[in-house]
């Protein structure tokens, strides 16, 4: 037996009352601050259930050909997106595809300037990363039980869970991308009075781009691997059709549905990968 | 403003690591750079280095890799903070900028051109050459017509639309060189700018410098590890060792009365038929005349044949074999303006 140094209880104890006390004086408030995202879903949800299904096709198959100018993407996509519907599971890919954009929008909104300003301090940095180790690490019930009792099951946990666990890779490909800009080109701007702002956004992001998409496309990608989990807490969709599959033991129903979060992978992926690449195409050409 | 010079830089020491005091402290106790890296881990990257620098000149400073040059470069624009000494440009001390003053002579008085370039690669040529401009606010017309009209000046007419991968290393430094004078700056820094072209790109790039610069008469800091390319362009050269200065002077001062023999080893292997010019050698016209108190035309032969003074020793040589005194020279518009005299040559070539 490993000696018993303090008790387990007394600290549990503590970090529980710690935790119900915060969930009495800031459950209001923080339920105000996060309700935008929580409209912000909802809007994308409804706009994508209430448009036809072909426009809806139409619209992802064109953002795939304006991100890679090519054909044979977008006719691949449109493929993806109609198999999804033929699966019987048009309506929970929408829900799905509505949860995804939002957390792909509040992770790069929180992931990137959180990388600039790793990239830019030492010191922050040192203090990042151990943060970031224990949010890909730290299993994600951990951290949703407390969201459960600040925001009741729903969406919000949702997308709070789905985003803790899918941002790490983007901070991290952010502040690498901005580190590997070469030094020549930043003592350039720097010799020529630009300030940090503009070298910011007219050197160190511009030539960062391609990173910075790649740590998008893989923020995307972690956070489709969450939507089981995040229909466990009372996210609708594709997660939930898993879940119940896997309640009923009904594996067909499930099979399905995990088939259309490839899917809906398939189509994030090829999507931002294209922009990473066509971020490239100026960084790495000779002719 | 009290001094004449553009730039003076004094007593500049510049320690790399943790502990620049304690460095400082051992070097002027006479230790060794190598003795202070050994015993408290710092690097020394300039030792005391003190010049000045004449408006209107192309002042070279030339040292192998390691010694220092790119280091003292930087410290002209602050682009690199001295452990200690000052850094004087028409007269205020550069170091005390304030963040504000800093970026407003970085905009305005001095303009930098680096080795690989330090273009944005993914800006059009344009663009590039626009950035200083762009940075102080310039509107996008104005900015864009005077990077054109630089960029003509550079011989870059037509590819303004191209991306720098698109063009070779001696067009992308002409993009850099155009970028840095689209600014207008009093000062042009150069750090080993040619270095990284091949010989025949370099000498023509060399030779559109030396022509750019008779028309703008900027004050030119030029780094480079080439003693030929030192001795082509410079109007004065300084010559740095493990971030000493070892000699200051002229490309005859170097050439003909080396300090050490660092020095002497380094012009050792320079071909001098090539390197020294008429210019170095040259028996002033005025200067005999006031010297010996009665006409030019004094003890020596009255010399034969003619020519230019920035000619190399290889290219009169076969009119010196003629003559078995002196040849008179002439300046660019044909004025008479000394005399290259064959013993001074002999005398300079077997030194």
């Known amino acids: 037996m490993f000696p018993e140094m303090i008790d387990p209880r007394v600290f549990r104890g503590v970090v529980d009352d710690s935790i119900e006390q915060f969930v009495i004086q800031w459950a209001t408030s923080l339920e105000e601050f996060f309700y935008p995202f929580l409209q912000l879903l909802n809007f994308f949800e409804s706009v994508l259930l209430n448009s036809p299904w072909w426009l809806v096709v139409g619209v992802v198959s064109a953002a795939a050909y304006a991100s890679a100018r090519k054909l044979s993407l977008a006719a691949l996509i449109a493929v993806a997106m109609l198999a999804i519907g033929f699966l019987g599971l048009w309506e929970d890919g929408m829900r799905t595809l509505a949860l995804m954009l939002v957390c792909t929008l509040v992770a790069t909104a929180v992931g990137v300037p959180l990388g600039i300003l790793m990239s830019w301090s030492n010191r922050f940095r040192a203090v990042m990363l151990p943060v970031l180790d224990i949010m890909q690490t730290m299993p994600s019930f951990v951290y949703l039980i407390p969201a459960i009792m600040l925001f009741g099951p729903g969406k919000i946990p949702a997308v709070l869970a789905t985003v803790v666990y899918a941002v790490p890779p983007l901070i991290r490909l952010t502040d690498l991308g901005i580190r590997q800009v070469d030094d020549e080109i930043i003592e350039a701007a720097q010799s020529f009075g630009a300030n940090r702002m503009q070298k910011l956004f007219w050197v160190q992001i511009p030539l960062a781009l391609p990173s910075i998409m790649a740590g998008i496309n893989q923020a995307t990608m972690m956070a489709l691997s969450m939507v089981v989990i995040a229909s466990m807490i009372g996210a609708q969709g594709l997660g939930f059709q898993v879940l119940q599959g896997i309640t009923r033991l009904e594996v067909g129903r499930g099979l399905m549905a995990g088939l259309a979060i490839v899917l809906l992978a398939v189509v994030f992926d090829r999507i931002t990968q294209a922009f990473g690449k066509r971020a490239q195409a100026h960084l790495h050409t000779n002719s | ?351």
């Open chain 2, 1 to 351: 403003m009290s001094s004449n010079y553009k730039i003076e830089i004094k007593n500049i020491y510049k320690v790399f690591g943790a502990d620049p005091s304690a460095a400082i402290a051992k070097i002027k106790g006479g230790a060794s750079k190598s003795e202070i890296l050994k015993q408290t881990g710092n690097v020394v990257g300039l030792n005391d280095v003190s010049m000045a620098i004449e408006a209107g000149h192309i002042h070279v400073i030339m040292g192998l890799s390691g010694s220092g040059k790119s280091t003292l470069i930087r410290h002209f624009n602050r682009l690199i903070e001295p452990t200690s000494g000052q850094v004087i440009v028409d007269g205020q001390d550069v170091l005390k900028f304030s963040k504000k003053e800093l970026e407003h002579y970085r905009r305005n008085k001095v303009s930098m051109v680096f080795q690989r370039f330090g273009l944005c690669p993914h800006e059009t040529v344009l663009a590039n050459a626009a950035f200083g401009l762009k940075v102080q606010g310039v509107p996008r017309a104005e900015r864009e017509e005077k990077a054109r009209y630089w960029l003509e000046q550079v011989g870059l007419a037509g590819v303004e639309k191209h991306y720098p991968r698109q063009l070779s290393g001696g067009m992308q430094q002409r993009v850099g060189l155009a970028r840095a004078l689209v600014n207008d700056p009093d000062i042009l820094l150069m750090d080993e700018a040619f270095s990284a072209l091949d010989p025949l790109i370099k000498s023509e790039m060399q030779d559109q410098l030396l022509q750019l610069q008779k028309k703008l008469n900027k004050t030119i800091v030029f780094i480079t590890h080439d003693l030929d390319e030192a001795l082509k362009i410079g109007d004065r050269i300084a010559i740095l060792k493990d971030g000493e200065l070892v000699q200051q002077g002229t490309a005859s001062d170097i050439l003909m009365r080396p300090a050490d023999d660092y020095v002497k080893d380094f012009i050792g292997g320079v071909n001098r038929y090539k390197a020294i010019r008429v210019s170095h050698l040259l028996r002033k016209v005025p200067l005999a005349m006031v010297k010996g108190g009665e006409t030019f035309a004094d003890a020596r032969p009255a010399p034969t044949g003619t020519v230019r003074v920035n000619q190399p020793l290889e290219e009169v040589m076969p009119l010196l074999m003629g003559t078995d005194s002196s040849l008179a020279v002439h300046n660019d518009e044909g004025v008479l303006v000394g005399h290259l005299d064959k013993a001074e040559v002999m005398k300079a070539l077997y030194h």
